[in-house]
């Protein structure tokens, strides 16, 4: 298996941009797990995903972040208009049993 | 609430050495998975080696080790022989058994293996 594929790897955008981040969960994975690394505040969970249905978003920071899951093998964090403080490293994971495993990870730098 | 305190920010050793990293969690349940993650300079989430809490012998996985102290909610990770690889930053987690909850994560110890 690929493991988790995240995409683009490294994003720059400017202030008030709309960025759109994508993830490939692993096949079979019933799990999906957004989440959020900066240096001030680690590793935060934004979002996760059961069978495609968001059980808890109460790590999203605000309405300009949104999260949607269509289908089993893909999923997209959207943050519309993006700020210069939302620049961070953003991974999504899936799991299966117990362990979550992760994604490469998306640098996302908002200038 | 469930919370993981890792004590060490940093940490550094020498090639070959042994080290210990020390984490300890709070909580009122009773059946539980305990995490180490590695993620090293590239990034990337790694998933070192994993505790279940009714399980009283200690997870090994080649180098590394756990020392899990349950009554003492205590998950140390050893790392034996220790390589210039193994530098990184290392993340304590714990997850309720139910699985419909998340990770809560301990805010990492970066260690430093010196040649």
């Known amino acids: 298996d690929a493991g988790v594929i995240q995409s683009p790897r490294h994003e720059v955008t400017e202030m008030g941009q709309e960025v759109t981040l994508r993830c490939k969960p692993i096949?079979?994975?019933?799990?999906l797990f957004w989440y959020r690394q900066t240096m001030m505040r680690g590793l935060e969970l934004l979002i996760y995903?059961?069978?495609?249905?968001?059980?808890?978003d109460s790590g999203m920071p605000e309405d300009r972040f949104s999260a949607k899951m269509p289908n089993a093998s893909f999923s997209t964090l959207k943050i519309q208009p993006s700020e210069p403080r939302d620049s961070a490293v953003y991974f999504c994971?899936?799991?299966?049993?117990?362990?979550?495993?992760f994604g490469p990870g998306t640098r996302l730098t908002v200038l | 609430a469930q919370t993981v305190t890792q004590s060490q920010p940093e940490m550094s050793v020498q090639e070959a050495e042994t080290v210990t990293l020390s984490c300890t969690y709070d909580?009122?349940?009773?059946?539980?998975?305990l995490f180490w993650y590695k993620q090293p300079p590239s990034r990337q989430m790694i998933l070192v080696i994993r505790?279940?809490?009714?399980?009283?012998q200690n997870a090994t996985e080649n180098r590394f080790s756990v020392n899990f102290q349950k009554a003492a909610k205590s998950f140390s990770l050893k790392i034996s022989d220790s390589q210039l690889g193994d530098t990184a930053m290392y993340f304590c987690?714990?997850?309720?058994?139910?699985?419909?909850?998340?990770?809560?994560f301990g805010k990492g110890t970066r260690l430093h293996i010196l040649p």
């Open positions: 987690a714990f997850m309720k058994g139910n699985r419909d909850d998340k990770i809560i």
């Open positions: 995903f059961n069978n495609n249905v968001p059980i808890d």
């Open positions: 096949s079979g994975h019933d799990y």
């Open positions: 505790q279940e809490a009714y399980k009283q």
């Open positions: 909580t009122s349940e009773n059946n539980y998975y």
């Open positions: 994971a899936s799991s299966k049993i117990y362990e979550q495993f």
